[in-house]
């Protein structure tokens, strides 16, 4: 049997994705709701002078406590010249 997925009311992880995906330096950003937190995964470029203390504190002040991913993980990309 399929577990059913709880999504609380007014949390929409796709607008926090959104968000992220505008932040300077970001190539990818990945959101979703799980075991009753809001998980993020973000790749920036080596030289986004974000890290994941000031993602999420941006998130809190522009978004809202209740579309500030718990759980922020980062993965450093260089960009590549061919």
């Not at 809001?38 to 522009?62: E, G, T, W």
């Not at 978004?63 to 061919?82: D, F, K, M, N, Y």
Request: charged share 20%; net charge neutral.
């Amino acid at each position: 049997m399929a577990a059913t997925m709880y999504l609380p009311k007014g949390i929409i992880p796709k607008l926090t994705e959104s968000y992220l995906m505008n932040l300077v330096g970001v190539v990818d950003a990945s959101v979703w709701w799980e075991e009753g937190s809001l998980n993020a995964h973000v790749v920036v470029l080596d030289d986004a002078p974000f890290d994941a203390k000031s993602m999420r504190s941006c998130c809190m002040q522009d978004l809202g406590i209740h579309q500030t991913p718990r759980s922020l993980t980062i993965a450093c990309r260089r960009l590549r010249v061919a």
